[in-house]
């Protein structure tokens, strides 16, 4: 799987490219975004709260996921089924990001890749199991640009 920034706003996951779904920022200075599938289902993305501590990510107006910055400088991510993942940095230069379940397993590897001609970054994914779930790996994408 790989993600291609398409306008610095936009980044659109393929796997052997076949489109999976996108990542659409409101603008470039924006926290504000939107999740869209290939099976036509919507995720909006917002901060909460007065001071935006936390990113709600709701379908329909309702919240099924949200992301919390932890003192550690991690996101954690918190699913309504009760489920929660940690995304952090990895690498001697904190270069790659993984995402790692509550026991500590890693599920996907995210190695960024910057273009210097449109001065954005690519990612490419790795993974042990492949993922079934295409909002964790953009949600995966939206907590690296974070």
């Keep these: 799987m790989k993600i291609e920034c398409t306008d610095n706003k936009t980044f659109r996951l393929t796997d052997n490219e ?4 996108k990542l659409a920022y409101e603008n470039l200075f924006s926290y504000r975004a939107e999740i ?7 995720y ?3 901060s909460i709260g007065f001071f935006g501590t936390s990113i ?3 379908k329909n107006e309702t919240e099924i996921a949200n992301l919390k910055m932890n003192w550690k400088g991690q996101i954690v991510m ?7 993942f940690v995304f952090k ?19 996907i590897r995210f190695d960024p890749k910057f273009n210097w001609g449109k001065f954005n970054y ?13 909002l964790f790996v953009l949600l995966g994408v939206y907590a690296a640009n974070y």
Excluded: C, M, W
């Design 18 to 21: 076949h489109f999976l779904g």
């Design 36 to 42: 869209t599938l290939t099976n036509s289902d919507h």
């Design 44 to 46: 909006d993305i917002r």
């Design 56 to 58: 709600g990510i709701t």
């Design 78 to 84: 918190t699913f309504q089924d009760g489920q929660e």
């Design 89 to 107: 940095a990895k690498g001697v230069f904190h270069n790659k990001y993984i995402i790692e379940n509550k026991e500590g397993e890693e599920l």
């Design 122 to 134: 690519n990612y490419e994914i790795s993974y042990d199991k492949k993922p079934q779930d295409i």
